[in-house]
């Protein structure tokens, strides 16, 4: 396992078409979620997953995110008509947790640039 | 969500002058405190963390100390070099984990 592996790690495309991003996790992680970036801000929470379920979005996420994560193993991430605004790096992360004391480190993907021109 | 902020946003030391981030949350059932490390066009890392059980953790010239009671947490640096001018995120995590808002530092030569 070679850690966390987003797809693809560009992506530029006309403003008003769909785009999906793949993220892998580390295997054994229970846990996975997605950031939105932008220059010179911190990761801006989008949603994560337990296993397959998606236990919380960002009130921030409009209807055009949708994010899924079907055996619990890797995820999708996909922006339809996409526009302007959305231009930024989408990170993945996976981390175990139970919520409990086995919380651990998450780590990150390289992220998937997206331009929308 | 978690309320997760962090001060300052930017800090200028000289090098090998001491850094101090200080990081403070509302989620009461947080018990994992990691500080990640940005550098420009990378992805964030680890560099140090702490759990609840425990109040202070050290690796070399970077320490963590942690006040549940109060609910922050804070990031020390010490004998600072180039190298460690980045953006430092904490992120308290719970049932899930949120980003702070970040602290640029400039290590000045």
């Known amino acids: 396992d070679t850690g966390v592996s987003q797809d693809p790690r560009h992506k530029i495309t006309k403003r008003g078409q769909n785009v999906t991003f793949r993220c892998d996790p580390i295997s054994e992680h229970n846990r996975l979620y997605w950031y939105r970036q932008t220059l010179g801000q911190g990761p801006e929470f989008l949603t994560y997953?337990?296993?397959?379920?998606?236990?919380?979005k960002s009130r921030l996420l409009s209807d055009r995110f949708s994010a899924e994560r079907p055996k619990g193993s890797f995820s999708t991430l996909e922006i339809q008509r996409t526009e302007q605004g959305d231009s930024a790096m989408y990170l993945c992360?996976?981390?175990f947790g139970t919520g409990g004391r086995m919380n651990t480190e998450a780590f990150f993907g390289q992220g998937t640039r997206l331009t929308v021109v | 969500g978690e309320n997760v902020e962090q001060h300052p946003s930017t800090l200028s030391v000289q090098e090998g002058d001491s850094a101090v981030i200080k990081c403070t949350y509302s989620?009461?059932?947080?018990?994992?405190f990691p500080w990640y490390k940005q550098e420009l066009g990378k992805r964030p890392q680890l560099i140090i963390d702490?759990?609840?059980?425990?109040g202070e953790k050290k690796d070399q010239r970077i320490a963590v100390t942690l006040n549940k009671t109060a609910k922050h947490f804070s990031l020390h640096i010490t004998e600072t070099q180039p190298e460690d001018s980045a953006v430092y995120f904490c992120a308290p995590t719970g049932n899930q984990f949120y980003f702070g808002t970040g602290t640029s530092l400039t290590v000045i030569p």
């Open positions: 992360a996976s981390s």
């Open positions: 702490i759990r609840s059980n425990v």
């Open positions: 989620d009461s059932a947080s018990n994992y």
């Open positions: 997953f337990q296993n397959e379920a998606q236990l919380e």
